[in-house]
């Protein structure tokens, strides 16, 4: 997951996807950490944030140390990867690059994948020298599908709470289903402010080695309850650090956790992954977030909303 390209500066529940292509790796190799800079924490990282500076306006990147100089600090990846065939392959890999849908958060730009040749050269690097040649276009198939249902989710949730609490619970206490639905019909009609009120993708870290507190109790609860939250842990963790733009102008920077898990195919063959994207916890206002979202569907199912739906199906007709 998470397998954008940066150039240089200069230049809520789970969600299931379902794809046609290949299973991808056990974890996103692109995004592992540096075997040297292993002992560091992921506060002391440049290009992350700590708690007292999420949710805050966003200020211009610091400069990487001369330990990451040769590290963008957008992606942890470097700032440029060979587009040449590896020593000793066999099959010709494209060099096309897919631009995404997720705008940028330092240019007008949307963020561009990387081709199935700097794929592949990005493994090798990282060590992973026994990846099938065959497989990696099926590979950056799979992980810019699972990339782009992961931005949908999360604008899913900007879309719910830039405006503010007040609007969030709004569009919560009608119910998943209705909310959804009043997305997807405001996003045809979208006007020019509610255009710029788009989210941006500023940067995201690759953690797969740090399990999240909530895959956490999953796993937990699998052990209790197996029969129903018996489930694999996580694949693979991302955190993406989005720029929210806000009704008054005040751009602020979200912090959001993903988590990637796999579940068993469809009858057909199809593999299925599950997404679980949520604002992480960061203070108050992302904690009030996330208890909305749950809150409010519970509520609408609560307070009747089936003997509405239904009564208001049988007047129509």
């Avoid at 924490?41 to 001369?66: A, E, F, H, V, Y």
């Avoid at 694949?235 to 959001?256: A, N, S």
Wanted: charged share 25%; net charge negative; hydrophobic share 30%.
């Amino acid at each position: 997951m998470g397998f954008f390209w940066a150039d240089p500066p200069s230049r809520r529940d789970l969600h299931p996807i379902l794809s046609s292509n290949a299973n991808p790796p056990p974890s996103c190799p692109m995004h592992n950490a540096i075997p040297s800079r292993s002992s560091q924490s992921p506060s002391s990282l440049p290009g992350s944030c700590t708690s007292s500076d999420l949710n805050t306006p966003i200020t211009s990147p610091k400069q990487p140390s001369r330990t990451s100089s040769k590290l963008n600090p957008l992606n942890w990846m470097p700032f440029e990867l060979s587009q040449s065939r590896a020593t000793d392959q066999r099959t010709h890999l494209p060099l096309e690059r897919t631009i995404s849908s997720i705008p940028r958060g330092d240019s007008d730009s949307n963020w561009e994948y990387p081709s199935p040749q700097q794929m592949y050269n990005a493994m090798l690097r990282k060590g992973f020298d026994d990846t099938p040649e065959d497989d990696v276009e099926s590979m950056v198939a799979v992980h810019n599908f699972l990339n782009e249902g992961a931005w949908h989710e999360i604008e899913a949730w900007e879309e719910r709470f830039s405006r503010g609490l007040s609007h969030g619970w709004q569009m919560c206490s009608m119910g998943e289903e209705e909310s959804e639905r009043r997305r997807a019909s405001s996003t045809v009609a979208a006007t020019d402010e509610q255009a710029n009120l788009k989210p941006k993708l500023i940067r995201f870290q690759g953690r797969p080695n740090e399990i999240t507190p909530k895959a956490r109790m999953w796993a937990f609860m699998g052990k209790i309850y197996p029969s129903k939250f018996a489930c694999d842990p996580p694949f693979d963790r991302h955190d993406w650090y989005v720029q929210r733009q806000t009704p008054d102008g005040t751009v602020r920077e979200i912090r959001y956790v993903i988590d990637y898990y796999s579940a068993p195919p469809e009858p057909t063959g199809e593999p299925v992954f599950y997404l679980d994207v949520r604002p992480a916890v960061d203070g108050p206002t992302a904690a009030a977030e996330r208890m909305m979202r749950w809150g409010g569907n519970v509520w609408h199912r609560a307070s009747g909303a089936r003997a509405r739906e239904n009564s208001n199906n049988s007047s129509s007709t």
